[in-house]
């Protein structure tokens, strides 16, 4: 019974948006096509006149000044401003007024751009006439006359027929114009015709489905801005006999699981922004970035230019990777580069005490790591493992997969932590206590805790360590189903 009521009301509902989209889209559609339609009309009347104008405006004065040239001095036009030869501007012309005759839908454009053409066949062999003479005979006088009775003649008649043919398409433009009008003033009445039968066909058949639902729908709203305001007591009713009887039923199970989660949540939600925030502070340390700009300013001063480049190069990716445009996730690769662009900036500081080798396979590049994962067990390593040994120390930094995990491995050759030191780190970090004091950026503790908000309880750090043989930490992420493309 439920199965079939609510399928009726999925119905009407699909109904309705099919009452309000369909008139629309056919409305929008007509109007669109009329919009186009006389917009390529108007654009097209709009080009032919400006071609014809050029002409009517610049043709007959740069042919009979051409031609007079030409008649002067006996054919020669080269080096003389503002001319060119007559047969390739009778040649443009013709590849102009040819292509308005194409495009004409009137007979009577038709025959004016045909004269326009006829005259220009007729103009191009008197051009010849006079050009062949000029250099066999050179007769000036003969020549002028024929410049005089042939060439500015035709001109003046293409030019007159061009102005024609200005006017035929200036007509067109008032008679597009007043159809545009005309269509205009037709959608409107049509677009409030539809408008209103929209809305009254909106309004009778949503009154039907509305009566049914609004009451059920009154007092759930009612009850939801109790729970809203803190009263998780509340409970709906669920006598209703349809789909809005499982809405409350399960509206009342939400209401009972928030009241017993939202502490739970608000406690968790402010020792999360709190790690996060001592993670940001700490990054953004104060005495790395001096001491990382002093290094620069005593290499640029010793001449070493390509390190000084390194150096900047390292510490711009090393910022770039912390901020992350506030992301809270970022790619393994990105990581990666995270920390050996620190480590890359103090191993200009500590050339003769650290050495470093990344190895983390290319597979898995692409997952999602939390940020800032990595590099505070690098930095553990540097300045509690190696700055405490004498000699060289050297740290690895690898990766596995294991099923449904990544673990990353940060082992050091550096002092090492004796059994009680041991036992104490890894009793702070299980509890989540950091000290104050400490000299470790925001830790080993504060990435553990990190890496548990985040992903739960079975993720995180662990540690071994040898007195005098070095330390190894274990960062055991969730291989996430996103990856990166």
């Not at 030869?85 to 045909?114: G, V």
Request: aromatic share 8%; with cysteine.
């Amino acid at each position: 019974m439920r199965k079939k009521r609510g399928s009726l009301l999925q119905k009407r509902l699909y109904m309705l948006s099919l009452v309000c989209l369909i008139p629309l889209i056919v409305m929008i559609l007509y109007l669109l096509f009329l919009i186009n339609r006389f917009s390529n009309r108007y654009d097209e009347v709009a080009d032919n006149f400006s071609v014809a104008n050029a002409y009517s405006i610049n043709f007959k004065e740069k042919m009979d000044y051409t031609m007079y040239i030409i008649v002067v001095n006996r054919g020669r036009v080269e080096g003389i401003t503002g001319t060119e030869p007559p047969h390739i501007m009778i040649q443009k012309a013709r590849q102009d007024f040819w292509s308005l005759y194409r495009h004409a839908d009137s007979e009577y454009a038709k025959s004016q751009i045909s004269g326009i053409l006829k005259c220009l066949n007729t103009l191009d062999d008197r051009v010849k006439e006079i050009e062949e003479d000029v250099l066999v005979s050179g007769a000036y006088d003969k020549n002028m006359e024929r410049l005089d009775l042939n060439i500015r003649v035709l001109t003046e008649l293409i030019q007159e027929r061009i102005q024609e043919y200005i006017h035929f398409e200036t007509s067109q433009l008032d008679g597009l114009r007043e159809g545009i009008r005309t269509d205009v003033r037709t959608a409107l009445r049509t677009s409030v015709f539809v408008f209103t039968a929209i809305l009254f066909g909106v309004v009778m058949f949503s009154r039907k489905i509305m009566i049914s639902i609004t009451e059920p729908v009154r007092r759930l709203s009612a009850v939801t801005k109790l729970a809203g305001s803190g009263d998780f007591d509340v409970r709906a009713q669920e006598d209703s006999g349809d789909e809005l009887a499982v809405l409350n039923a399960n509206f009342n199970q939400m209401v009972e699981k928030i009241g017993q989660l939202v502490e739970h949540i608000r406690l968790e939600q402010i020792t999360l922004r709190q790690t996060e925030l001592k993670v940001l502070q700490a990054q953004i340390n104060p005495h790395f970035l001096y001491n990382t700009l002093d290094s620069i300013i005593w290499l640029a001063e010793a001449g070493k230019n390509e390190q000084v480049v390194q150096m900047v190069s390292a510490l711009s990716d090393f910022f770039r990777t912390t901020l992350s445009k506030g992301q809270d996730y970022i790619t393994l690769h990105e990581e990666e580069t995270h920390i050996r662009s620190y480590l890359q900036i103090q191993k200009f500081r500590y050339r003769d005490i650290l050495e470093y080798e990344i190895n983390i396979p290319r597979g898995i590049w692409k997952y999602p790591i939390l940020k800032l994962t990595l590099q505070p067990l690098v930095e553990n390593a540097l300045y509690h493992g190696i700055k405490n040994k004498r000699g060289v120390g050297h740290i690895h930094v690898t990766a596995s997969e294991e099923e449904d995990k990544i673990l990353f491995y940060v082992q050091d050759d550096g002092i090492g932590m004796k059994p009680d030191e041991l036992s104490h780190v890894r009793t702070r970090i299980s509890r989540g206590q950091t000290e104050r004091g400490g000299s470790s950026g925001f830790g080993l503790v504060n990435v553990n805790q990190r890496l548990k908000l985040n992903y739960g309880e079975e993720y995180g750090l662990k540690i071994d360590s040898v007195y005098g043989e070095g330390t190894e930490v274990i960062a055991v992420i969730p291989k996430c189903r996103k990856i990166f493309n």
